[in-house]
């Protein structure tokens, strides 16, 4: 069989759905960061498989984008976490509920 | 397009709001100057409008419209005819009267002003709007610091249950009838919120009677509940009870208006159909503003309490007006709205005067101020008179022509109605004059004094010229109401139903044949 | 079936292969290990970006990544001193939560691939190589390449704040 | 017509009199009592001026349209006409008698300015009664006559008892109302219009226009003069209105509120049909008949002299509903005469006592207050029915309009009352004026200033020549086409046609006064509770009509709204706003728990919410 469109689409949603699993499932913070990591290299897979079929380079322009915004969230939350832990001494979720009233 | 006189009126008062907001707040006398200032313009410019009114005009006058949204079909459309031009005009003096009256406050006064003066202009605003979404925008924009200004500067134990209990209320009549306003503008198909061009489309393409029986009650019960409709009515009351004198005499004066004005500007136009058959429901309904709540008025030992019941009672006419869906009940009610917003804003400010000397409104504590306060029992007394529909009040003139209009088409609620405003009316006012004004002067009283400042009278002043001005010339008033009522009822095309009393009268009488 | 349908596959199955250990891996629950297999999997799919002739984003994504973000996520852990976490009880409401959303999505997504025709082929006109890409960013992605840059800038300033032992 | 302004003058004078006092002039209590004095008088004089120049049995109507929505004309108009013309005069002339003895009465009040001012304004609205020409506004002044009557019974409002005293009168003049405007929405609901002359034509066009509701309207619209004439039922207010000063109790009783009603019921007169009359006819006797009774056991001066004012106002009204309106118009003017003169004379009493109002107290106040006294006789006499005073001629009408109906039940009560009247009076009188002092105030009182005598003279001259002076004449015109005219001396021995009446009335007027003579001459208490018993008990408390009323109408009132206050506390505002909060509060702490604060829930949450949008975005 021809590789096309959505053998893409579905390698990119089954990477989407692994990340989704892990943000969900795991309890450590910085694990839970890959996996958010891992949901944003889904999309970019589609946005480049899309963008080659296509036949637009816009959509690599796009992912271009996202890495860049990516890298700098990656900084901001890596920051965020390091401060939290400083706080709490802990980088689990379950511990982390000040959020409840 | 010259900028209509309308948008100086009612951005006269935001503007001076926004003006306050920049000055420092101890500068007292200039805070207070700015927000004087800001509602006598509008109240001048209100005034000139009116007179610069002409009666029988087709359309609208001052008209300005400014496209804003094309694709939804919203614009910046204001304009007067006769149905509120008597709203703008008492809108504007009532808010220049509260503005006068809020000396009281003494906390948070930059605050309090620029709510003030919000409420003020929005609802100045949404009276003048001819479209839909600024209509019912404007009217948000005044509603909500009403609840911040009973929550903040109320008064009374029962403050935060009367402010949860107004803003619940209200919220929810206001969202309901969001949704009649809504699904009108869908279903009628003009795809625009202009007010007149739904009209005119409305008139070649009617609006299917499935959906007005739906909508029509949504619209119904959600400005009835704006307006205090029974049983929907326990808000106001208590929430009068609670607020500082100036929000009342904004709220209950002209805020109050707005469902009804809306009640008359879309609802009866649009949906005729659906209007005569839920007239009569109404009619049965404003029996119990008129005679319930008048009934509950008799038992309040508060004389706000009271005063906010008689205001919901008095709600009652103007609803009967309406459900008579004939010329004289729809010019009586739309008299009655402007005469009630004077009486409302009068009388609560007088018991904010009463409560601000005494600091009570306790009835049975209070007795014999006529000795001490001459001008504000004098006042007060005309208010109570006015209130049980004194002759030489505009409230007569409404009350008495709604009366007229009613009996043709509802005798039996007529005849309770009529008990309602000449008995019941009257034993609560008179007993509310002769615990408050008459009796013996407590001790502790003896040092209260009277409004003897120019400043301090001419609020209560105005107030009464306006009622006596138009109590003693409806004209004034009707002349402009009239040929726009007319349009109004002829837009509700079905007759409505004869008196009974043409057919009995056919039957020959041998009795009143001996007469001599 | 032709050379790149069969490096697809590779590339394909290494890149959810990778993504499966970072989130579970059923040897070590270290977060290094998990980093470790980021790499690989964002390597991995710089191949499939390659076979989409998309050879600038490759790069980029290697650089970017594996060279940049990895290694921070790797300075995090160090400096934390997280140590491999003692196996706690897997939660069932975790798994059922996870497992449901998932499925929700999967049955949202399997729906509209079949339902959708694609119908799109590959072009082989189409190179993503840096030339293209550059005069595309500076021709008409010019402000937004401005915007991200000061967004950059934002998120550092951001950071150095964040990082400060006490704001005063 | 001549002279079309005047009219206007004679209705607004007092209204702008009371308006500049209130506004200017509350500091000069002088500039005030000219003012009202002034406007009235001038009312007066405009009135005799106008009469003159346009003749006594002119017509006419000037009327501008006051309100007109669709087919709903009310006109402010004023109707001049012989009826309204000579209640003109009454108005003025009594009330303005009463106005310069308030100058005497009220001198020492601090109230003096707002006290005319209330004055001009009664004034004013009594006369817009009198002049409306039509049925609305005839009830807008209806109601300001009630208004400036609370005002006026509530003039001393720091006495408990006054407050009260205004409340009431002025609840009990709103049930009447009540009857009224709905008898008023009945005929335009049937005949379209409000105008009388515009009514009376389409009647005369066509007698059954108003079918068999006109009954009803017509009792519906009698229920208003009930409440302002104070017929039974409606008759409890008015004693109590003795709580005001005393020339407002003249006022009331003599020349304005009260007379309201009957001017009311003879001006619509032509809307009456016979079952209607009927009706009437037996409310004002048996009103009649029960407050003589109630007067013979009063002990408080202005009380004794209220009842009797009812007393004759049931006469009126019972001759209105005999046909006679002529007859009771009579009545009504000469009553205005005397009825005043005795108010006034009795508040001359009462300064002369120092404020003390029960009769037991006083005696021999003969010597001590002769111009007093001999007005008094001369009232007393007119009110009983002596000939030649002016009662006795319109009482014998009113008796022989009873036997000219044929209606002998009505013609014996009325005779009845006749000897009532002369006994309580002179009860009252020889009480008061002859006998021994009873107490040391009776001693030391002492007669009142001129301001005051004065128009007790004036209005003593008018009770003694008033009854022939062509009254009837003029009254004749209104009701009656082809009525004769008759000259003074004809007028004078008018009664002599109907000779059985006028002297059976005088029979039994001479017999009253003998028996009270007999009773009272020098008595010290009051002998006839021991004779009668438990009737007398009854009638010194008013028959319990107080107490009944107090246990229906107040309590039912009170009880409803007491129910009507508990539904709206607890079941509105408690049950279904409590519900409403309850609802919202169960909703929220089930809402609540979903925030466990777990991000990861969270997380969950949005999934499903994105994957339900996406379901249907993408359906």
């Known amino acids: ?101 | 397009m010259p900028i209509s006189i309308l948008t100086y009126i009612f951005c006269a008062p935001l503007l001076a709001a926004l003006a306050l907001v920049v000055v420092p707040r101890n500068y007292r006398v200039i805070i207070r100057f700015i927000a004087l200032l800001g509602t006598f313009v509008s109240m001048v410019l209100a005034i000139k409008m009116f007179c610069q009114f002409v009666p029988g005009h087709d359309g609208f006058q001052f008209e300005q419209q400014i496209p804003w949204v094309n694709s939804l079909g919203i614009s910046y459309h204001v304009g007067v005819d006769g149905l509120n031009v008597g709203l703008i005009l008492m809108g504007a003096i009532v808010a220049f009267a509260a503005a006068c009256c809020s000396w009281e406050i003494q906390t948070r006064e930059k605050e309090f002003y620029i709510l003030l003066l919000i409420m003020s202009g929005g609802i100045l605003g949404a009276f003048a709007s001819l479209d839909l979404f600024f209509f019912y925008a404007l009217h948000e924009f005044a509603l909500v610091p009403t609840f911040i200004m009973i929550g903040i500067w109320g008064r009374g134990e029962r403050k935060n249950y009367a402010t949860f209990q107004i803003t619940i209320y209200l919220s929810i009549g206001a969202l309901i009838a969001l949704i009649g306003l809504i699904a009108l503008y869908l279903q009628s198909g003009a795809n625009t919120f202009d007010i007149p061009k739904i009209i005119e489309h409305v008139k070649a393409n009617p609006i299917a009677t499935n959906a007005q029986n739906f909508i029509f009650p949504l619209l119904l019960f959600g400005f009835g509940i704006l307006v205090s409709l029974w049983p929907f009515h326990s808000w106001a009351p208590l929430g009068y009870g609670s607020a500082p004198a100036p929000t009342a005499m904004i709220h209950a004066g002209i805020l109050k208006k707005f469902g009804l004005y809306g009640l008359t500007r879309i609802a009866l136009p649009l949906m005729p159909q659906a209007a005569h058959h839920w007239m009569t429901i109404l009619a049965w309904l404003c029996l119990g503003n008129i005679l319930y709540v008048g009934w509950v008025a008799m038992r309040q030992r508060d004389l706000n309490l009271l005063i906010g019941n008689s205001s919901v009672a008095h709600m009652g006419f103007i609803f009967l007006g309406i459900a008579s869906l004939n010329l004289i009940g729809i010019t009586g009610a739309v008299f009655i709205m402007v005469a009630h917003g004077f009486l409302a804003a009068l009388t609560f400010g007088l018991s904010g005067y009463i409560y601000q000397k005494t600091g009570t409104l306790e009835m049975s504590e209070l007795g014999g101020l006529c000795r001490k306060l001459r001008f504000i029992g004098t006042a007060l007394l005309m208010a109570a008179m006015a209130g049980c529909g004194l002759p030489g009040f505009a409230n007569f003139v409404g009350e008495v022509s709604v009366f007229f209009a009613s009996w043709t088409v509802f005798p039996v609620v007529t005849i309770l109605a009529v008990w309602g405003a000449l008995v019941i009316g009257g034993i609560y006012m008179t007993r509310a004059v002769r615990k408050i004004l008459h009796g013996p002067l407590p001790e502790k009283y003896a040092n209260v004094a009277d409004a003897t400042n120019v400043w301090r009278k001419l609020p209560y002043a105005l107030l009464l010229a306006s009622l006596f001005v138009f109590g003693c010339f409806p004209k004034l008033l009707t002349n402009q109401i009239t040929p726009d009522a007319t349009k109004i009822v002829s837009m509700t095309t079905l007759i409505t139903a004869k008196p009974n009393m043409v057919a009995v009268s056919e039957i020959q009488s041998p009795k009143s044949e001996n007469r001599n | 079936m032709e050379l790149a349908d069969i490096l697809f596959y590779v590339f394909a199955a290494l890149t959810l292969l990778c993504g499966v250990l970072v989130i579970a891996n059923p040897f070590s629950r270290n977060p290094v290990t998990s980093a470790m297999f980021l790499v690989l999997t964002i390597i991995s799919m710089a191949g499939l970006f390659v076979l989409l002739h998309a050879f600038f984003l490759a790069a980029v994504q290697i650089l970017v990544y594996a060279g940049a973000v990895i290694v921070l996520f790797l300075f995090v852990i160090m400096l934390l001193d997280l140590k491999e976490e003692e196996r706690r009880k897997i939660k069932f409401f975790g798994v059922a939560a996870g497992l449901i959303s998932v499925g929700a999505i999967l049955g949202i997504f399997l729906k509209n691939l079949h339902a959708t025709n694609l119908n799109a082929q590959s072009s082989p006109s189409i190179e993503g190589d840096t030339a293209a890409l550059g005069k595309l960013l500076f021709a008409n992605y010019v402000l937004p390449f401005e915007v991200v840059s000061v967004l950059l800038l934002v998120a550092m300033i951001g950071v150095i704040l964040l990082s400060k032992k006490k704001l005063d | 017509m001549k002279h079309e302004l005047f009219p206007w003058l004679i209705l607004f004078l007092p209204i702008f009199a009371a308006a500049t006092i209130t506004l200017f002039t509350l500091r000069s209590r002088c500039c005030s009592a000219f003012l009202s004095i002034g406007a009235i008088v001038a009312g007066f004089i405009l009135s005799i001026l106008f009469i003159h120049a346009n003749g006594i049995h002119f017509a006419g109507e000037i009327s501008k349209t006051w309100l007109s929505i669709g087919n709903l004309q009310i006109d402010f108009g004023l109707k001049l006409d012989a009826l309204s013309m000579m209640m003109l005069l009454i108005v003025t002339g009594v009330g303005g008698a009463i106005h310069i003895y308030s100058v005497g009465y009220m001198h020492e009040d601090a109230g003096f300015s707002r006290f005319f001012a209330k004055l001009s304004l009664f004034t004013f609205s009594m006369l817009g009664i009198v002049l409306a020409n039509n049925f609305i506004e005839m009830f807008i002044f209806w109601e300001l006559v009630g208004v400036s009557s609370y005002l006026l019974i509530g003039f001393w409002f720091e006495k408990p008892s006054a407050g009260d005293a205004a409340k009431k009168a002025f609840i009990v003049n709103r049930l009447g109302d009540f009857g009224f405007l709905l008898g008023i929405l009945m005929i335009w609901g049937i005949l379209g219009s409000l105008n009388f002359a515009a009514l009376q034509n389409s009647i005369t066009a066509n007698p059954v226009a108003l079918g068999t509701a006109a009954t009803i309207a017509g009792l519906l619209i009698f229920c208003g003069a009930v409440g302002k004439s104070a017929q039974f039922p409606l008759h409890v207010w008015l004693p109590d209105a003795m709580e005001g000063p005393t020339p407002v109790s003249a006022l009331i009783h003599a020349a304005t509120m009260v007379a309201a009603g009957v001017y009311m019921l003879c001006r619509i007169f032509f809307l009456l049909n016979a079952d209607a009359l009927h009706v009437i006819a037996y409310i004002g006797g048996f009103t009649a008949l029960l407050a003589a009774l109630i007067a013979v056991q009063q002990n408080d001066i202005k009380r004794i002299i209220a009842y009797s004012t009812l007393s004759q106002l049931g006469y009126m009204v019972m001759a209105v509903g005999l046909n006679g309106p002529t007859a009771a118009m009579f009545h009504l003017t000469t009553h205005a005469f005397f009825k005043a003169l005795l108010f006034l004379a009795a508040g001359s009493v009462i300064i002369g006592m120092h404020h003390e109002q029960d009769i037991w107290h006083m005696g021999n106040l003969r010597k001590k207050m002769p111009i007093t006294f001999w007005t008094f006789l001369i009232g007393a006499l007119a009110l009983s029915g002596i000939p030649p005073f002016a009662g006795f001629y319109s009482k014998d009408s009113i008796l022989a309009q009873c036997l000219e109906q044929k209606n002998y039940l009505l013609f014996g009560v009325a005779i009845f009352i006749a000897g009532l009247t002369a006994f309580y009076t002179f009860r009252l009188f020889f009480v008061v004026f002859t006998g021994k002092e009873k107490t040391d105030h009776a001693k030391h009182a002492h007669e009142s200033p001129l301001v005051m005598t004065l128009p007790l003279v004036v209005l003593a001259v008018f009770a003694a020549v008033g009854g022939f002076i062509g009254i009837t004449n003029n009254y004749g015109s209104q009701f009656v086409a082809d009525h004769e005219t008759l000259s003074v001396a004809q007028q004078f021995l008018e009664p002599l046609h109907t000779p059985v009446p006028m002297l059976i009335g005088i029979g039994v007027a001479l017999i009253g006064i003998f028996i009270a003579f007999s009773l009272y001459k020098n008595a010290t208490s009051d002998p006839l509770p021991a004779k009668l018993g438990g009737l007398a008990t009854a009638m010194k408390n008013k028959f319990y009509f107080d107490e009944l009323y107090e246990a229906t109408f107040v309590r039912a009132h009170d009880f409803i709204a007491a129910v009507m206050d508990w539904i709206d506390r607890w079941l509105l505002e408690g049950f279904s706003i409590g519900l409403v909060r309850g609802g919202t509060d169960l909703t929220g702490r089930a809402l609540r728990l979903l925030q466990t604060g777990n991000l990861q829930t969270y997380a969950f949450l949005f999934v499903l919410g994105m994957a339900v949008v996406l379901w249907l975005v993408l359906k």
């Open chain 1, 1 to 101: 069989m021809h590789v096309g469109l959505e053998h893409y689409l579905t390698v990119s949603f089954l990477l989407f759905a692994l990340g989704l699993l892990g943000v969900i499932m795991r309890r450590n913070l910085i694990v839970i960061y890959m996996s958010l990591e891992l949901m944003l290299n889904a999309a970019n897979l589609a946005l480049v498989a899309f963008s080659r079929f296509n036949d637009k380079l816009d959509g690599q322009v796009l992912v271009f984008f996202i890495i860049t915004v990516a890298a700098a969230e990656v900084s901001v939350g890596l920051a965020l976490i390091v401060a939290l832990y400083r706080r709490r001494q802990s980088a689990h979720v379950e511990d982390l509920t000040s959020m409840k009233l």
